[in-house]
């Protein structure tokens, strides 16, 4: 099921600096928000986060205990049998509640949450490919709410 690793993580004290020393790396800028922003280390395979906040320095802070793992879609939506057959309970992301594996139109991605036996978090993620009218999509959606969401076009 896993085929490489999607992300990893970093906090950073100044966003927009640390924005200048990443793409003077030649690294591409995927996405951004306020606090965050993510740069391709392999366009369309795998990219770094930033996060800034003096809250990101903890050694608690997911930002520096989490690795996210490369899986297809199809994989996605059979994740938590997968996690369940291997004694494994996926967990709520942020503030959601729910479990169920999520997408993300603004990133393109898919997602579902668990944890190892130290508390790291870990993720497995996947593309997905978002038509040009959804792109600016900023919830998250159940996999089923997604597919729902294709067929209205």
């Not at 030649?26 to 906040?53: P, Q």
């Not at 993300?104 to 978090?121: C, E, I, M, T, W």
Request: glycine content about 6%; charged content about 30%; some cysteine.
């Amino acid at each position: 099921m896993i085929k490489g690793i999607y992300e990893a993580h970093l906090p950073v004290e100044n966003l927009d600096k640390s924005i200048k020393f990443y793409r003077n790396l030649e690294l591409k800028l995927a996405w951004r928000s306020s606090k965050t922003a993510f740069f391709w280390i392999v366009e369309g395979e795998s990219w770094v986060g930033l996060w800034e906040g003096k809250e990101y320095k903890t050694p608690y802070h997911p930002s520096l205990r989490h690795l996210a793992f490369t899986i297809s879609y199809e994989d996605m939506k059979n994740s938590l049998e997968w996690l369940k057959n291997k004694g494994i309970s996926a967990v709520p992301f942020g503030s959601r509640t729910s479990v169920e594996p999520f997408v993300r139109p603004y990133q393109g991605n898919a997602s579902v949450y668990f944890k190892d036996l130290d508390g790291n978090s870990l993720e497995l993620m996947c593309y997905v490919e978002v038509p040009e009218h959804l792109k600016e999509n900023n919830e998250k959606l159940s996999l089923e709410g997604w597919e729902e969401l294709l067929k209205k076009k």
